[in-house]
């Protein structure tokens, strides 16, 4: 009975073992089976991977290829870029001095633009100041040329009163006994020459007497005779009546002033007469005569 239990439990050992070897063969066929597919797989992976591979290394050389190309072009474009950066940089320089100056320039533009303007503002006054001028000239030509007319007929006015005085001169004085140089001055209060009427206070009258014949020398009376250019004596408080002889003829004049001198070969002789009342404006005939004709006589004009 031992015996059939030793039996059995070696039965059933091996039967345990068999199904173990039978469990464990099944377990490595599977194993071998799934690592030859695993292999298999590799195989078809390690192909893939090696034309992979090539391809890589194909387009390694071609990169390779395009690199060195790049690089080359690259060196190129820097050399490119640096002459670009140098001509911007020098553009740029240009530019700012463009600006500069024209900034200047513009400046200098405007300053002259106000300048002109202002030169134009000031010749438009000038030139409105010409024309009020010329218009004001024009009004004063006007009273010039009136003036002028005034001035020609007062020309020809005393023009024809000195030549009634020469007239007069030549008629009434003697060859050898006249007067030289013969002046007539009007002064004001303060002894200043003057010739309006309305400041007139004095006449001053002096001639010169050269180489008097004996005959005519000696103590004579000499008249002042003051009148306007019609003739007419000036008025005086105590006017001297007197008479004088020239070629026989007796001629009555009408003197401001009378006086007596020793009249000598050569002298210089004066008068002066302070007037009594204001002179009108107008032509006047001062004169000096003895009682043997006229020394001399001129005209004189007050304004």
């Known amino acids: ?37 695993e292999n298999t797989e590799l195989s078809g992976s390690l192909e893939d991977l090696e034309a992979l591979r090539a391809d890589l290394v194909r387009e390694v050389d071609s990169l390779q290829q395009e690199y060195t190309v790049l ?14 950066q140098d001509k911007i940089a020098a553009t740029e320089t240009a530019l700012r001095n463009a600006k500069a100056r024209s900034s200047s320039e513009i400046n200098s533009l405007r300053a002259e633009i106000q300048q002109l303007m202002a030169l134009k503002e000031s010749l438009q006054t ?18 010039l040329e009136s003036d002028l007319s005034a001035a020609r007929d007062e020309n ?4 024809n009163l000195n030549q009634s005085i020469q007239t007069e001169v030549e008629r009434l004085t003697l060859a050898n006994f006249k007067a030289q140089a013969f002046q007539v001055e009007l002064e004001r209060g303060n002894e200043k020459a003057t010739a309006k009427a309305r400041r007139a206070r004095t006449i001053r009258v002096s001639f010169d007497l050269t180489d008097v014949p004996a005959k005519y020398q000696g103590l004579r009376t000499l008249y002042l005779t003051i009148s306007d250019e019609q003739g007419t004596p000036i008025k005086a408080t105590n006017p ?46 001062v004169a000096v005569f003895t009682d043997i004709g006229m020394l001399g006589a001129s005209s004189v004009r007050l304004q």
Not at 126 to 143: K, M, W, Y
Not at 156 to 159: G, M, P, R, Y
């Open 1 to 37: 009975m031992k015996d059939r239990q030793g039996l059995i439990i070696l039965a059933v050992i091996l039967g345990i073992l068999l199904v173990g070897a039978g469990i464990w063969g099944i377990t490595q066929n599977r194993a071998k089976n799934k690592l030859a597919a």
């Open 71 to 84: 690089a080359e072009q690259n060196t190129e474009l820097q050399g490119s870029l640096t002459e670009a």
């Open 126 to 143: 000038n030139i409105a100041a010409v024309q009020a001028e010329n218009d004001s000239l024009r009004a004063v030509t006007g009273i």
């Open 156 to 159: 020809q006015a005393l023009a």
């Open 240 to 285: 001297i009546k007197a008479q004088t002889v020239v070629n026989n003829q007796t001629m009555d004049i009408i003197a401001v002033k009378a006086k007596d001198m020793d009249i000598t070969a050569n002298q210089r002789l004066s008068f002066v007469y302070d007037l009594e009342d204001k002179l009108n404006p107008g032509y006047y005939r």
